[in-house]
């Protein structure tokens, strides 16, 4: 199993980034795909989970209206566009395959489930 994230950098407030998290090794639409980050002393949280077999999405309050998570199933590969990018979103961004269809459980219990993760990708938002 591999997930490999990508598209992370140094970006300006209010600017915009797309991450990449490419999947391979497992049966894609058996999971929920899930983007979390963590920030320098702060505990790991979920940003946004889609199951692509059912189609639903979930986001965190913090990427509401701001982020958009979409998947290319031919490439077994999800993004995650963020725009509008605060200083306050700067952290290591990592994908994750989490084996639940609840895209809830996905982002907010994410380890209750047998889970797979990619290396992250580092957003810095600073002028």
């Known amino acids: 199993v591999q997930l490999q994230a990508s598209g992370g950098g140094l970006v300006q407030p209010g600017g915009s980034l797309r991450l990449s998290c490419a999947a391979s090794g497992f049966t894609f639409d058996d999971y929920a795909i899930g983007w979390f980050r963590q920030a320098p002393g702060k505990e790991r949280e979920g940003v946004s989970c889609?199951?692509?077999?059912?189609?639903?999405?979930s986001y965190s309050d913090s990427g509401k209206g701001r982020f958009t998570i979409s998947s290319d199933n031919a490439k077994n590969t999800v993004y995650l566009q963020m725009y509008r990018l605060k200083s306050e979103d700067t952290a290591v961004y990592y994908c994750a395959a989490v084996e639940i269809l609840s895209t809830d459980e996905c982002l907010f219990h994410s380890d209750n489930y047998r889970s797979y993760w990619g290396q992250g990708t580092q957003v810095t938002v600073s002028s």
């Open positions: 889609m199951a692509s077999r059912n189609g639903s999405k």
